[in-house]
């Protein structure tokens, strides 16, 4: 049973454009939500994260939303740069609990 | 300074051989834990030790291991290694709450 779900494996943007990636959950015990980001051959690196008791968090080029009625949040970056190219992975958690889980990641090609 | 390390990167062994995978972190965090990256790309929680003290263990074969001999460790021993255990596995670490984890940088095991 797979609590978060990261429906598109896989998303193309051209650079400077926006690039939207989207997570859905289906767990309403959750209330914390972080994004990682990670390139090849290394481990995932925490970008971003939002509370639930907030709809959206912003830092620098990175923007996370979170609908909790819809169960759902996305991470939108602009600009879209290539060195923004990587797999994303969506988490989640709820307080207490000690561990996240995640989704199955969104590869992003950022096109020059 | 790495902050977590796993060793090896790369493993390949045979069927029905014993390995373990090693893990340090110098970050001073009290929770560690093993993912799993499957084919699927799926990361998926098979423990966590607070203070070397196993707090998660979830559904994961009991040839499975785990050992922290001090909070800054955290091992995997895999007994009877098997086609399926081919996989990804990443080391993380966090200060506790819903502090992201800091991931190390994954160790690839196949098994032929």
């Known amino acids: 049973d797979q609590q978060v779900k990261q429906n598109s494996p896989s998303l193309s943007v051209q650079e400077g454009r926006i690039s939207i990636l989207n997570c859905d959950y289906t767990?309403?015990?959750?209330?914390?939500f972080l994004w990682y980001k990670k390139y090849p051959a290394e481990g995932p690196t925490f970008l971003i994260s939002?509370?639930?008791?907030?709809d959206k968090n912003e830092d620098g080029r990175f923007t996370v939303f979170l609908n909790k009625s819809a169960k759902h949040l996305s991470l939108h970056i602009v600009p879209s740069q290539p060195g923004d190219s990587a797999v994303y992975f969506c988490a989640a958690t709820t307080s207490g609990t000690y561990k996240y889980i995640f989704g199955t990641g969104t590869r992003l090609k950022v096109l020059a | 300074d790495t902050a977590v390390s796993q060793t090896p990167k790369y493993l390949v062994t045979q069927m029905g051989n014993d390995k373990s995978i090693k893990c340090e972190q110098n970050l001073g965090h009290d929770t560690m834990y093993w993912y799993k990256q499957d084919s699927k790309k799926f990361l998926k929680i098979m423990f966590s030790?607070?203070?070397?003290?196993?707090?998660i263990n979830e559904t994961v074969p009991n040839r499975f291991s785990p050992k922290s001999p001090d909070k800054a460790h955290l091992n995997l021993h895999i007994n009877s290694l098997e086609l399926g255990d081919s996989a990804v596995y990443f080391c993380?670490?966090?200060?506790?709450?819903?502090?992201?984890?800091?991931f190390g940088s994954g160790t690839r095991l196949t098994v032929v």
């Open positions: 993380a670490s966090t200060e506790g709450g819903v502090d992201g984890y800091t």
């Open positions: 767990n309403s015990m959750f209330d914390y």
């Open positions: 939002i509370s639930s008791i907030k």
């Open positions: 030790y607070n203070n070397k003290e196993l707090i």
